[in-house]
Structures are given as structure tokens and as C-alpha cells.
């Protein structure tokens, strides 16, 4: 396992994200004990020693989920990081409560890494306004110890982050990104790096893969990437470029199955960093991969518990992507259409927009559910 220097802690460079444990029956917030435990042990048993939850992550219970598995093991020998949800306006005037809520799920008397989540062009008003409370109380808890370390994590532009940086910057200790060879370019990643290099702040990677979508690439840019390493995996590369960005500290992944794990500690169990050559072609294919007209959803699921028709969002994102890719007659598009049941087609949103304020990368849902019906036209 390969391991960074963070502030005089030995962090492995793999860590494990929290929000896509396996589940039973399809529903996300029933987490498959047993199955989850597994990943956990194997991942411990790997040098795995940091691991990631939230609030909000499989319906608020991955925190109790993963500690259940950690606690059979030494306090000491494990790195716990949770974080405060802030991309749910409504529970900027409960940080207090939230928090005391959290230590008490997860069993422990502090957090190692706490975050600021999700700040980003919805929230960044609220997250900086004093009458909240949050920095203060944050700060003040990092003081009597019971956050060991505090930064956050950002879904906005780059205003945001730099407006967020120059506000709280002296407490900050790391942050968060999504940031992968795709969002390289799609969302400013090298210049989020860059400003974070400057400003001597640790990158923390979150969607490596993007919620799996650089696993399974076009046959064009698989054959373009195996000319130049015949046996690297999709996988493989994604993690590569990672070990390839200075600044990069912490990268998450977030496993689903023992499978995943055992594939991942294998990519990281010794560096290989890219070439400049295959850093160039790489972002290169970045940029290709998501065509004009498609949404960079990951998947998250934020915007699900929020839908009043309770249409699964990511899944109707994911088809409308793939019909603009390849068409509405794409066997993918009919069949994943076919087989929504009545009420939680794309027709069945009503536009309220509950599903945006709460959407980390802000997409137009509603909108793009709008010009989905639109390319499917009758069968909508």
C-alpha cells in the first residue's frame, strides 16, 4: 500500500468512500451488513487506514454501518472522516445537534478528518454567514480536540472555492474534489489543483472513476490507451492519473464489492505515475468523452430523497445520457425505458426543482428531463 505523509500521520493513499456500500434489494438505505464488513476487513487487513462517511450517505446509515465494522479494531490504528451537511440548507441552524448526532452513530468521542460538505454556489452564502455558527462552532471543536483535523469539500467553480479559501483558509487543513482525468477540464480541475498547490492546501479525490462511468470506456479510447500501456485496466488509469497530479493526498473510492477492493489495493500497491505523453493523452480522451449536450451526473443520489414523484434521477440522467450518445433506438435507451413503471418516467417530473437545490453540481434536472421527453417523443 502506498502511503503520503499528511501533518505527521502515515495516511494510506487509497481511501475507502462510504456512499456506494453494497445494499439489499436494490434500496439504498439498507446497507448489506455482512457484505460491507468484508470490504472493510479486507480493506483494513490491506493497509487501508482511512475511510470516509457523511450524514447523509445510504439514508444516514453508512456512518453507524462502517463503524460497526472499524470498532473491532484499535482507535488508534484507524482514520474516521464525516462531515457536516451543509448541501441541505435546512440544516445550516443544527451544526450543534448534527454534529453530537454523528459521534453518537458512529460510537466515537471524535473525528480525525471533518469536513465542510458540499460547498458550492447554493450553499457558499449560508456556509460563510456568521449567523449560523458553523465555522465558529467547527473551529471550536477542533480546538478541544473532538476534530482532529478540519477542511472540506467543494462541488463549485472556482470562484466559490477561492472565495471559501480566502474566508476560512487559516483553519482549513485539506480539500475535497470531484477530480478525475474528465473533470480535468469539464470542471476546472487543474486550475482547483493549482489554486490549492498555491495555497498549500492537500488534495483530497473523490470520484476517481466518476461514479464508475471511466471503468466501462468507448472501444475508441480503450484502444487508444492500450497502445500505449497494452496491460493497464480503465480502472488502472484513473488511478494512475492520480498518482500523477501533484498535490494529490488522499484519493477515495468508493467499493461495492470485495471484487472492486481487491482490485483497487493491487493498483495501489506500488506507484506508477504517467508519462507526460500518456498525461496528455489522457486528458485528451477526457475531453472527448462527454459530448455536447450530456450531464455529468455521478450519481449521488442527493436529489433522490428529494423528489416528490420519486423518479430515480440518476437512472433517467444516465438514459437521456446514453440517448444522446447513441440514439433513442440504442437497445439500452428502449429497454431502460421500457421497464419504468408508470409515474416515474421523465414525463412524470413536475419541475419543482427540489431535485437542483440540492444537486452538488447544480444541473439542470428538470430541464434536462424536459429534452429527454423531447428526444423520446412518443415513448416518453
Known sequence: MIYRDFKGLKLSALGMGNMRLPVVGGDDSNVDLAKAEEIIDYLYSQGVNYFDTAYAY????????????LRKYPRESWYLADKFPGFDVANMSRVREIFEEQLERCGVDYFDFYLFHNVCEMNVDMYLDPKYGIYDYLVEQ?????????????????????????????????????????????????????????????????????????????EGAVSELKALRPDETPVSWAFRFQQSVEGVTMVLSGMSTLEQARDNVRIWSGERPL?????????????SLFAKGTVPCTACRYCVSHC?????????????????????????????????????????????????????????????????????????
Open 275 to 287: 508519462s507526460a505523453a500518456e498525461f496528455n493523452a489522457l486528458t485528451g480522451i477526457g475531453r
Open 58 to 69: 445510504h439514508g444516514g446509515h453508512s456512518e453507524g454501518a462502517l463503524c460497526r465494522a
Open 142 to 218: 477542533k480546538r478541544s480536540g473532538r476534530i482532529r483535523h478540519l477542511g472540506f469539500s467543494c462541488h463549485g467553480d472556482l470562484p466559490v472555492l477561492r472565495r471559501f479559501l480566502d474566508a476560512y483558509g487559516e483553519e482549513l487543513e485539506f480539500c475535497q474534489i470531484q477530480f478525475n482525468y474528465v473533470d480535468w477540464s469539464l470542471q476546472r480541475g487543474e486550475e482547483k489543483v493549482r489554486l490549492l498547490n498555491e495555497r498549500g492546501i492537500p488534495v483530497w479525490v473523490m470520484e476517481p472513476v466518476r461514479g464508475g462511468r471511466l471503468v466501462n470506456l468507448p
Open 308 to 380: 416528490p414523484q420519486g423518479l430515480d434521477i440518476p437512472r433517467l440522467l444516465s438514459l437521456y445520457n446514453e440517448a444522446v450518445y447513441s440514439g433513442t433506438d440504442a437497445f439500452i435507451v428502449r429497454s431502460g425505458i421500457g421497464v419504468l413503471p408508470d409515474g416515474k418516467r421523465p414525463s412524470d417530473c413536475v419541475a419543482c426543482h427540489s431535485c437542483s437545490a440540492v444537486c452538488p453540481q447544480q444541473l439542470p434536472i428538470p430541464e434536462t428531463l424536459a429534452q429527454f421527453c423531447a428526444l423520446l417523443g412518443s415513448e416518453k
